[in-house]
Nanobody, 115 residues
Framework: QVQLVESGGGLVQPGGSLRLSCAAS????????MGWYRQFPGRGRELVAA???????YYADFAKGRSTISRDNAKNSVYLQINSLKPEDTAKYYC?????????WGQGTQVTVSS
C-alpha cells in the first residue's frame, strides 16, 4: 500500500522559511521523478518543484531562487525548503511522483503565511 506522508507545514510570518518533508512507504521511489505541489482552496494542484532520480531539479517560476527540493533515497523521502515566504504561498502542499496516473495522494501539509 503506497503511502505518502507530508509534514513540516505551519504558520509562519512573511519572509520566514519552512522545510517540508515527505516520507514514502509501500513502494520505493528512488527511481521516480518526484514533485512538490501546492493547492489553493477550490483550485487544482500546481507543481512547485521537481527532482529526478539523478538529482536534477526543476522549479516553477514563482519558486525559483527561494526554494530547494532535495531527496534522500535511503530514507525514501523528499524535502522542500522554502525561503522568503509570502502570503500568496499560503496553500496545502503535497508530494507525489511526476506521474499523471498517480492517485494515492497524501493528506498534505498546510502552509500559512501571515503576520
Amino acid at each position: 500500500q503506497v503511502q505518502l506522508v507530508e509534514s513540516g507545514g505551519g504558520l509562519v510570518q512573511p519572509g520566514g522559511s519552512l522545510r517540508l518533508s515527505c516520507a514514502a512507504s509501500g513502494r520505493t521511489f528512488s527511481s521516480a521523478d518526484m514533485g512538490w505541489y501546492r493547492q489553493f482552496p477550490g483550485r487544482g494542484r500546481e507543481l512547485v518543484a521537481a527532482i529526478n532520480s539523478a538529482g536534477e531539479t526543476y522549479y516553477a517560476d514563482f519558486a525559483k531562487g527561494r526554494s530547494t527540493i532535495s531527496r534522500d533515497n535511503a530514507k525514501n523521502s523528499v524535502y522542500l525548503q522554502i525561503n522568503s515566504l509570502k502570503p500568496e504561498d499560503t496553500a496545502k502542499y503535497y508530494c507525489a511522483p511526476i506521474d499523471a496516473t498517480f492517485s494515492r495522494w497524501g493528506q498534505g501539509t498546510q502552509v500559512t503565511v501571515s503576520s
